[in-house]
């Protein structure tokens, strides 16, 4: 069985280069493809490209990319076999993944148990380490500057501090 027989048509949840990358490489594969697109994007060549294209509604184009429920119902109205979400905008969203996949339609990309865990830094370095990863030397802790000086103190410096779930790497400091 070939890829497109077992997916016969994605419905690429994304914009710009990233869509139509995805786009370009499942007509490749002889994969039917389908675009979302706000309003401004209209135009854009990923929207030209696609076999199919759909317009989603939103105040702004980040409104309409990151509405998980018009994306999954536009997705079941064009009959797609699976969902790519490209990077960024839903593709780390386990709320997206999980509502993909109640619809019935696959997710190209990890679980959304998998996602979950990996929002979360303090439970992901929890369950590597019961799965006996090795793992650099950290503390998370709730306690006073004093015992996180102290537990910094510990590890050794230079130490990175860094938001437990997430953001990209905003808010990081040596």
Same mark, same amino acid.
């Given at each position: 069985m070939s890829l !497109?027989? +077992?997916?016969?048509? %994605?419905?690429v949840a994304n914009?710009?280069?990233?869509?139509?990358r995805i786009i370009r490489t499942c007509q490749k594969l002889d994969i039917q493809t389908v675009a979302i697109y706000h309003d401004i994007d209209r135009n854009s060549p990923y %929207? +030209?490209?696609a076999d199919e294209a759909c317009e989603i509604r939103g105040d702004t184009?980040?409104?309409a990319y990151l509405d998980i429920a018009q994306i999954v119902r536009v997705a079941a109205e064009y009959?797609?076999?699976? %969902?790519?979400?490209g990077y960024g905008f839903l593709?780390?969203?386990?709320?997206?993944?999980?509502? %993909?996949?109640? !619809?019935?339609i696959r997710f190209v990309g990890p679980r959304p148990e998998a996602i979950r865990l990996l929002g979360d830094k303090v439970e992901a370095r929890e369950f590597v380490k019961q799965h006996k990863v090795p793992l650099a030397p950290s503390t998370s802790s709730d306690g006073s500057e004093a015992e996180l000086l102290e537990q910094a103190t510990a590890i050794g410096f230079p130490i990175l501090i860094k938001a437990a779930a997430g953001g990209g790497g905003k808010g990081m400091h040596i």
């Open positions: !497109a027989e +077992l997916i016969p048509k %994605v419905l914009r710009g280069e990233i869509a139509l %929207v +030209l490209r184009p980040t409104s009959d797609v076999s699976a %969902v790519h979400p593709a780390e969203n386990s709320l997206f993944a999980a509502a %993909v996949a109640a !619809a019935g």
